[in-house]
């Protein structure tokens, strides 16, 4: 277990090269958790409208690592770090990667219920970020 002063959150948008299928979602999801898992990062991803908003956190050295990863994914661009800072413990402890904005996708695939759930303050800041840099 990592010494708490060596706990961060690192948080940024972005924005899709192109409208993410459902295909292709699921296939970032996925191979974003394997990553998440194996390094021990814990977070919440939000996709809406073309924007992502992620919110990871863990130890300084694999939040680092993840975030060196996300800058060179081809999928999105735009990529704007809005705050790394340090925490004394995890907002998503029990979570390796959420997906929000799925309101339609649960609809259409119920079985993806698990990865969809309801905001917390942190989510709900950040998806009010991503809205608003739209504008």
């Not at 997906?99 to 695939?109: I, K, M, N, P, S």
Request: glycine share 6%.
């Amino acid at each position: 277990m990592p010494k708490p002063k060596d706990l961060v959150e690192l948080s940024y948008l972005s924005e899709a090269v192109s409208d993410m299928s459902f295909l292709g979602l699921m296939r970032l999801l996925k191979s974003a958790r394997a990553f998440n898992q194996k390094n021990g990062v814990t977070g919440i991803l939000l996709y809406d409208n073309q924007q992502f908003g992620q919110i990871m956190e863990g130890e300084r050295s694999s939040v680092m690592r993840a975030w060196k990863r996300i800058q060179e994914d081809k999928r999105h661009h735009r990529v704007e770090l809005l705050e790394i800072r340090e925490i004394t413990e995890r907002n998503f402890p029990d979570w390796l990667l959420r997906f929000y904005g799925g309101e339609t996708l649960t609809r259409d695939y119920p079985h993806i219920v698990e990865m969809v759930g309801g905001m917390d303050k942190h989510s709900l800041a950040l998806m009010n970020k991503m809205r608003n840099s739209q504008s």
